[in-house]
């Protein structure tokens, strides 16, 4: 049975800093792309970071860059979101997504994608 966890979500200061992990289990996490989503209320959910299957390329969305981290740990099928000088504005209910696409002989592409079920991040004073 494919799991993503989420954890590490909470209450935390403007300026502060917060860590998330995403606990997968029931596939093959070092062949996925992971990535992070967040939702805020009331707004549709938008890609915060992306990490490659090695995590040797990373992509961020311009609104988090300097200031959130995307790292994995294959060995333990974990991928991290470290979040620092965290803003009001990076509340949301954050998503971890697992992401595989390939491609038959005929160039048909082929989606596998999984989500967990998401961790509240409130960032207030």
């Known amino acids: 049975q494919v799991q993503l966890v989420e954890s590490g979500g909470g209450l935390v200061q403007p300026g502060g800093s917060l860590r998330l992990s995403c606990a997968a289990s029931?596939?093959?996490?070092?062949?996925?792309?992971m990535l992070w989503y967040r939702q805020a209320p009331g707004k549709e959910r938008e890609l915060v970071a992306r990490?490659?299957?090695?995590?040797?390329?990373?992509n961020y969305a311009d609104s988090v860059k300097g200031r959130f981290t995307i790292s994995r740990d294959n060995a333990k099928n974990t991928v991290y979101l470290q979040m620092n000088n965290v803003k009001s504005e990076d509340t949301a209910v954050y998503y971890c997504n697992a992401l595989r696409i390939t491609y038959t002989a005929w160039g048909r592409a082929e989606k596998y994608d999984y989500w967990g079920q998401g961790t509240q991040v409130t960032v207030s004073s």
């Open positions: 990490i490659s299957t090695s995590g040797s390329n990373t």
């Open positions: 029931g596939f093959t996490f070092s062949i996925y792309d």
